[in-house]
């Protein structure tokens, strides 16, 4: 844990001077880092990962209460950010996947393993593969396509969204696959891949937190790290997904706790991707990963040192 967090440190510090210093460079670089996370990484981690997917009873009951915290998160900052706050579409879009896409991959896996112990992953990577990974390429990139700036007719959403989701092809194309297609050498060559997204998706969020004016030294860029959607976002995040699946496993059913510590994974980087690709406020977006992740990862390491 204590090595990941210095890595996720250490790359949104590189990403926070290099857009002070080469601000156009940067930028066009975070843009490439996104663009391949985009269409090269996460289509390959979906593929494989679908391919090798087991699907048992044990995990059912705990993967619907997610998917109920996940609808009761995206309603939540529906109404807040459109009727208390009075967000554009982007924004409220933004705030949207923020509040429900977690990074439960190259966060969640290792911060589960440090908190449980290595046989809890077998849990922990199924939500990862059945909750974020399809909410990923189904619920983010639909809200995506319907609150950005890609196009303004419903048709044009549509395409949008087929055109600019490589990820949800190659997850249809894993489901369909057989479990040969994915040798286990295959699957912990993914989870190398998404170890290597922490530093290049983390310079992305440094550069878009530099971008926009979170460390300007003005109080301008104080408002803007503690602006009202960015709080909304943060507090969704981190409080109603982990409240929906411990409320709903004491009232009907116990689920593993590495479903607990799954729900309550910062925002995704991921959301970053959707944001690019559908022109979804990038302030809020980055906004909240910083501060959930410095949150998660800041309990994680006190964890670990305890």
């Known amino acids: 844990m204590i090595p990941l967090a ?46 090798a997917l087991e699907l048992t009873p044990q995990v059912a009951a705990g993967i619907g209460f997610a998917y109920l915290a996940l609808a009761v998160t995206l309603a939540l900052a529906w109404a807040v950010g ?9 924004a409220v879009g933004a705030l949207m996947v923020a509040a429900g896409l977690a990074n439960t991959g190259y966060l969640g896996l290792p911060f589960t393993a440090a908190l449980l112990g290595f046989d809890a992953l077998p849990e922990a990577v199924a ?10 390429v189904t619920v983010g990139f639909s809200v995506g396509a319907a609150f950005g700036t890609s196009g303004e007719r419903p048709r044009e959403r549509v395409r949008a969204f087929l055109v600019r989701n490589p990820p949800l092809w190659a997850t249809v194309a894993g489901l369909a696959a057989p479990a040969a297609l994915a040798p286990g050498w295959a699957v912990d060559a993914t989870r190398a891949l998404v170890l290597l997204a ?3 998706g983390f310079f992305a969020v440094g550069v878009a937190l530099a971008g926009e004016g979170f460390f300007a030294r003005t109080t301008g860029g104080m408002r803007k790290a503690f602006e009202p959607a960015v709080i ?8 109603v997904p982990v409240a929906v699946v411990l409320g709903l496993s004491a009232l009907l059913i116990g689920v593993p706790e590495a479903y607990l510590v799954q729900a309550a994974m910062p925002t995704a980087v991921n959301t970053l991707v959707v944001s690019h690709a559908y022109g979804l406020d990038r302030r809020i977006a980055a906004g909240a990963t910083a501060w959930t992740t410095a949150i998660v990862v800041s309990v994680g390491v006190i964890a670990a040192l305890v």
């Open 6 to 51: 210095a890595v996720i440190g250490a790359a949104t510090a590189v990403g926070v001077v290099a857009d002070r210093r080469r601000h156009p460079a940067a930028e066009r670089l975070a843009r490439r880092f996104m663009d391949g996370l985009l269409w090269l990484l996460l289509p390959i981690v979906a593929f494989f990962n679908m391919a």
């Open 82 to 90: 459109t009727h208390v706050l009075g967000l554009s579409r982007p």
């Open 127 to 136: 939500y990862d593969t059945l909750v974020s990974a399809i909410a990923l």
């Open 198 to 200: 922490v530093p290049i």
């Open 232 to 239: 909304v976002a943060v507090a969704l995040k981190l409080l």
